[in-house]
């Protein structure tokens, strides 16, 4: 095992390494499986020898496909195995709660400052050149605390839970770094948590069409260090 | 027989209800489509490596302009190629003569598929010249994306197009189905049981029934998507829609997630009625080039109908990340692995098939035999990747990244594509009396080969680098795509020679319809009953691939004879 699979970009999650191990065989294997029907392919084209009428079928279909059914099992089981542990439950409860909204061709993300409590929103209120692209209830005093950021600061070694929503269309909340993805859908909020372990700064990509500037629906995760992290929602709260 | 076609006149063959004149005609129709499709994938490849480039006829594409191309790419081939020309166009070629009937069962409703197919596309192709061009949310289109017309340019008209479109061909698709369906139950001749009949036409049956129940949910969901753009109706729509800012007007509790589940229910069968007949055909085309039977005959019968079972059992793997529950997600990756066991059982028989060897007198790799070849290079080296992407776990990271557009061009695309070559090289004679060039084939075989490899092999690690579909540009804020810059220079070259490498089909269909070495009655010395001459009424006397008898002096039995006047 290499700590880096082909192509893919470094791991910063404490779960990725799993995944990236799991990847890592079930490419090999795949790949291992291509050469060897293509160079099988190639001999019998070269052949010049018949072999007559009568292949065993217990030979040459049976048994290569149990041994094929047992390397799909195998690796079902032990897929499963990772995604229930990393998807079956919710977060822990003293995760970092933010919500992670989607709309044409921004990402926000949202924390819920020093009383812990995301303020209302109300999608008559959104408007981002007023400076509300959440659309948050001033009337609710939840909200006067609500920090809104366009960029996305974890602190490292402490798991994240994101709320994902979005307020237009379908879209698509993914960072290759994290081993993260999940679509943003309009009138759903779905939950994902993980845990930022290597500080850096990682790419959060749109990974569903989502309209015009698709491709260009662009974010960045900061993973910093505990006290950088304090220090950063305390002037992002200043600043309010 | 076989020549009757050439013996029409062709002023005759447009309104016609013969079944060979409507498959030929819609074989011309998906040539049509292809050649568009194939010439907006260019476009794409340009873009990418050179955004601001001026293209002719399209001037320079803006990224709207770019998502445009790639959902009339998508509809374009999935629809009216990889549909339209293996189930439609040659199902109606040679269905009715390979179970011994003389016409389909209901002829006239063959003539109104195809001529509803054809309004289809022209409905289609209209979107590009309406105000705000051709749909911008892919072929899937997802709402609110595509249930909101100002959701982006194109989702306007052009989005009412592609719905009215599509849901021509569902009614097409349909009515042609239940005509395959009860063509093949009632119209076998007599002694042509179930278990006598060729691979195809049991591919056919398949695709028929799995038509039957795909596009009948995309016809609803078609309908119901129109019924919320128009009629204020709130399928798929949830309450709280902002669009630029705009409250949509108040919706009730409408969900995308309704349109994911139907569309991907008519998704994903749709791939295997795409690539059932190919598998049928590959099956035959073996047997007949190795001059040997059908290795486990049987075996295939039962795993084509297990595909068809299983295919209907999948659709929620397209749809890991999408919000659905993550249990459901076990669900169905387990359906998904299901599915590889029959589909990696006819590769193993193919091989088999392959291992036993050729006669050597038979010419050593004519044409068809080698795209029936390329087939199942590219269906072995898509099909592998597929117990990666039914694991929602490893899903997560792959969905949606160019490593998903590798596995499903070599799949159903390439896959697709090249069984359609082998079929054109191997009927052609039934179409025009005449062989293709031999040489501008073996050319052809193997530049498009090369080409597909060059293109859609390197995309695998574009999306282990974690690049996004439906990218017009590889800028952006973040800097990992741009590196990437280089691969998709020499992915986008390897496109222009696949595509440039089809002049040379062009090329060889024109040239050989007319001065074609003339191909006589079986040319393929072939068992089934498209290559029997019988002017009335057929009987079955043999199974579909009585190759065996190399050592008498008849190498193969034709499975039909003419019936004989009554006994």
Redesign the interface.
Known sequence: MTDH?????PNGALHGAA?DR??WW??VA??T??VL??I??FI??I???????D?S?MR??YL??IA??VL??W??VS??K???T???QGAAPHALQVEVTG??FQWYFRYPGPDHTFGRTR??L????AGNPL?LDPADPHSADDIVSSVLTLPAGHEADLGIRS????H?F?I?GM?????A????E?HIHFTPATPGDY??????????????M???LNVVSNSEFEAWIAAKGRKK | MSLSVQQKAPSHRLLTTDHRSIGINYLLLSLVAVTIGTILSIFMRIHIVSPMLKLPIWGVV???GY?AL?TMHGTLMVFFVLTTAPVNGFASLVLPSQIGAERMAFPLLNAISFWLTTISLAVLLTAFFVPGGAP???WTN????SAIPA???GQATGMDLWLLSIGIFCLASILGAVNQLVTIISKRCPGMTLMRMPLTVWSWLVTAILILFAFSILLAAVVLLLSDRHFATSFFI????????F?VDPHA?????LWLHLFWFFGHPEVYIAILPAMGLTSSLLANFTR??V??YR?MVVTTLLIGFFGLLVWGHHMF???MN??A??AF??TT?AI??PS??K???W??M???????RVHP?PTPMLFT?GF??FF??GG??G??L?????D??L???YFVVAHFHLIMAMAGVFSLFAAVYYWFPLITGRLMNERLGKWHFWLSLLGAYGTFFPMH??G???M??????L??????LTSLMPLQTGISHSAFLLAATQLLFLVNLAWSARRGQPSGDNPWRATTAEWTPVTKGCIARYGPYEY?HSINSADFFQQCAERPEQE
């Not at chain 2, 392959?354 to 006669?359: T, Y």
């Not at chain 2, 039914?390 to 490893?394: G, I, R, S």
Request: proline letters at 11%.
């Open positions: 699979v082909w192509w893919m970009p995944i799991l990847m079930n490419l795949l790949a499986l291509f029907a293509h099988f392919l019998a084209l052949r010049r020898k018949s072999t007559g009428h292949l079928p040459w279909e290569p496909l094929l059914t799909y099992a690796m079902a897929a499963q990772l995604w229930a990393i998807r079956y709309q044409q999608p008559e959104v408007s981002a050149p659309g307020i237009d269309v379908i698509g993914f290759p081993r993260v993805k999940q679509n859908v309009p009138g759903m779905m790419p959060i990509l749109c990974s569903q069409i989502c309209g015009l500037g698709h491709a260009r662009q974010a960045h | 803006p990224p709207e998502l790639v911008i949310s892919g997802y709402p609110p994306l959701a982006g340019p949830p309450p709280g829609e902002v669009i630029n800012g409250a509790n409408g969900s995308p997630m040997k039977p290795f486990g075996f990340v999408s919000g993550p249990y997600g076990t990756a387990l692995m590889a066991i990696s059982g590769v193993l028989g091989m088999a392959l291992w036993r060897g050729r006669d050597s790799l070849l199942l290079s072995i080296t592998l990747t117990p990666i039914a694991q929602p776990v490893l997560a990271y969905h949606n990244t690690f574009a282990l680098a974690g996004p579909r439906h990218y017009a540009q800028g952006g804020s973040t800097s990992t065996r």
